[in-house]
């Protein structure tokens, strides 16, 4: 079954949404295979990121992601990455399709409220990233 990384980020958290955000996961058919909140360093944040070094954005990224505690969650289920990314919506909650968990909860492109692997391959590496092998059931 296929596996991909979701994080809930610490706009949503502050806001006490965790709940009403994995129901959106498990209402569409996707399971939470594992679970964990956290509270990031900027080593974590900033390696997690590491692709986005060179881009402009980079430092408030991993202030922002380093501001609160996040919820790093593997989903599991068919189509699981791509399933996850519509139910997302787009990165910029203003361009986020109506009914999206962007449209809905977040606020500004950095605090968009979740993060969601955008490759299965990347999936892969994210969820190795934060999850060991026994802590995914
Ligand atoms: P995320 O899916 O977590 O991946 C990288 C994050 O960088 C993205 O969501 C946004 O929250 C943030 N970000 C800030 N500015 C930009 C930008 N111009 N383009 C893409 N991502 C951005």
């Given at each position: 079954m296929e596996q991909t990384?979701?994080?809930?980020?610490?706009d949503a958290v502050k806001k006490g949404v965790i709940?009403?955000?994995?129901?959106?996961f498990e209402s569409n058919g996707l399971r939470v295979a594992a679970m964990k909140k956290m509270q990031l360093d900027?080593?974590?944040?900033?390696?997690?990121?590491?692709?986005?070094a060179e881009r402009p954005f980079y430092g408030e990224l991993v202030e922002f992601m380093t501001s609160g505690p996040v919820v790093v969650m593997v989903l599991e289920g068919e189509g699981?990455?791509?399933?996850?990314?519509d139910l997302m919506g787009a990165?910029?909650?203003?361009?986020?399709?109506?009914?999206?968990?962007?449209?809905?909860f977040a606020d500004s492109?950095?605090?968009?409220?979740?993060?969601?692997?955008?490759?299965?391959?990347?999936?892969?590496?994210?969820?190795?990233?934060?999850?060991?092998?026994?802590?995914?059931?």
């Open positions: 990384l979701s994080i809930i980020k610490p709940g009403k955000i994995v129901d959106r900027a080593k974590k944040a900033g390696d997690f990121y590491a692709v986005h699981a990455m791509a399933k996850n990314r990165t910029n909650p203003k361009e986020a399709a109506k009914g999206t968990i962007r449209a809905d492109i950095d605090a968009n409220a979740v993060h969601g692997s955008d490759s299965v391959e990347n999936a892969a590496n994210e969820i190795k990233f934060f999850f060991s092998k026994e802590e995914i059931v």
